[in-house]
C-alpha cells in the first residue's frame, strides 16, 4: 500500500480515539478526575492495582522476550538441549512468593478501604447529629427519587447535597434493579426492590466548582430500553446555602398560579397529570403511590427528563410524545391526546414550578 496513505489512515485513527477518550475526561462525570474523599480511595486503589498488573505485564514480557531470544535454535546447534530445570525448588519458590506479595499489597488497602466505604454507623444511630445528611434514593424506570427523611422533603431528577461533609445514601428501587453511580464522586452501588444498601459519599466544593457546579448521575445496572437515558444531575451546595435550600422546600405551599395560559395549564394538570406527579416537596404519599417524579421545583431543574436540556421547547416535544424520548417509560399512554394548545399551557404551569 502507498506509505502516505496508510500513515494518514493510522494518523485519523489516533485522533479519533483521543477526540473519543477526551470525551471521558470531564471532571463533571470522570472517575480518573476523583471529587471527593470516596473518589480519592477508589481511585487510589485503582491506581494501586494497575500499577501492579502493568508491572506483572512489563515483567512477564521482558523474560519472555529473553528466553525466546536466548534459547532460540542455532544454526549448527539443532540437536542441543538447554539444561533442564524442571522441579527447581529456587524457581518454585520465586513464582509462589512474588505473587502471594503483589496480592497482598492489593488486598490490605482494598479490605481496609472496603471497610471504611462500607461505615455507615452514623446514620443508622438512633439518636444521630441532626447534622448528619441522609437520603432515601428511589430508582424507578427511568427516574430518580430522592427523599431526605428527617426533612420531610421529596424531590427527584436533581439531588442537592451539602459540600465537604459525609451525606449517607438508603439506596432502594421500586420496580426492577437499578444502580446509583455518581462517577466523579463515588460509587456504585445497586437500588435492589427486596433490601436496602447503604453508603456514604462527599463532594468536595473545590471540585463541585471545577465541574461547574453540577456532578452528572447514571444508572449503571441494565434497567430496560432507557437505561442508558436515566441520568440524574446532582448539585452539591456549600452548607449555609443547602440549609437556606431546605427551608424554601419545607416552606413551600401549593403553587400560586397567575397567568391566565398557566391557569389553563395547571387545570389540565390538576385533571390528567395530579394522580401520578405532587407539586410540593411535601408529599405525604407512601413510596408506592409516587408513581411519576415531584415536580415541585421543576422550573429550577437541570433537564428535561433527565436527559434534555431545560427550555420550554423540550419540555413540549417531552409532553407530545414522551416514548420518542425515553422509549418505554411509564408516562406514555397514561394521558390521552394532548392538543398543541394544551400542551402550550402545561408547559407555561409546569416552568411556573419553582422554589429558587
Ligand atoms: Cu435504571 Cu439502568
Not at 496513505?5 to 489516533?14: A, E, H, K, Y
Not at 421529596?154 to 446509583?180: C, G, M, W
Not at 403511590?289 to 415536580?295: D, E, G, I, K
Amino acid at each position: 500500500m502507498n506509505k502516505g496513505l496508510c500513515n494518514w489512515r493510522l494518523f485519523s485513527l489516533f485522533g479519533m480515539m483521543a477526540l473519543l477518550l477526551a470525551g471521558c475526561g470531564k471532571p463533571f462525570l470522570s472517575t480518573l478526575q476523583p471529587a471527593g474523599e470516596v473518589a480519592d480511595m477508589q481511585y487510589s486503589l485503582m491506581l494501586l492495582s494497575t500499577s501492579i498488573m502493568v508491572l506483572v505485564i512489563v515483567v512477564v514480557a521482558i523474560i519472555f522476550v529473553y528466553v525466546v531470544i536466548r534459547f532460540r535454535r542455532r544454526k549448527g546447534e539443532e540437536n542441543k538441549i538447554p539444561k533442564q530445570v524442571e522441579g527447581s525448588h529456587k524457581l518454585e519458590i520465586i513464582w509462589t512468593v512474588i505473587p502471594i506479595i503483589l496480592l497482598l499489597i492489593l488486598a490490605v488497602p482494598t479490605v481496609l478501604t472496603t471497610f471504611k466505604l462500607a461505615d455507615v454507623k452514623a446514620m443508622n444511630d438512633k439518636k444521630r447529629d441532626k447534622n448528619t445528611v441522609v437520603v432515601n434514593v428511589r430508582a424507578n424506570q427511568y427516574w430518580w427519587e430522592f427523599e431526605y427523611p428527617d426533612y420531610g422533603i421529596i424531590t427527584s431528577q436533581d439531588l442537592v447535597v451539602p459540600t465537604n461533609e459525609k451525606v449517607y445514601f438508603n439506596l432502594i428501587a421500586s420496580d426492577v434493579k437499578h444502580s446509583f453511580w455518581i462517577p466523579a464522586v463515588g460509587g456504585k452501588m445497586d437500588t435492589n426492590t427486596d433490601n436496602k444498601n447503604q453508603f456514604w459519599l462527599v463532594f468536595d466544593q473545590k471540585a463541585t466548582d471545577k465541574a461547574g457546579g453540577v456532578f452528572y448521575g447514571k444508572c449503571a445496572e441494565l434497567c430496560g430500553p432507557s437505561h442508558a437515558l436515566m441520568d440524574f444531575k446532582v448539585r452539591p451546595l456549600p452548607r449555609d446555602q443547602f440549609d437556606a435550600w431546605v427551608k424554601k422546600m419545607q416552606n413551600a405551599k401549593k403553587p400560586v398560579v397567575t397567568d391566565p395560559v398557566a391557569k389553563e395549564g395547571e387545570a389540565i394538570f390538576n385533571k390528567s397529570c395530579i394522580g401520578c406527579h405532587a407539586v410540593t416537596p411535601l408529599d405525604k404519599r407512601p413510596a408506592q403511590a409516587r408513581t411519576a417524579p415531584n415536580l415541585a421545583d421543576f422550573g429550577d431543574r437541570e433537564r428535561i427528563a433527565g436527559i434534555l436540556e431545560h427550555n420550554e421547547e423540550n419540555l413540549k416535544k417531552w409532553l407530545r410524545d414522551p416514548n420518542s424520548v425515553k422509549p418505554g417509560n411509564k408516562m406514555a399512554g397514561t394521558y390521552g391526546h394532548l392538543t398543541e394548545e394544551q400542551i402550550d399551557a402545561l408547559t407555561k404551569y409546569l416552568m411556573s414550578l419553582k422554589v429558587e
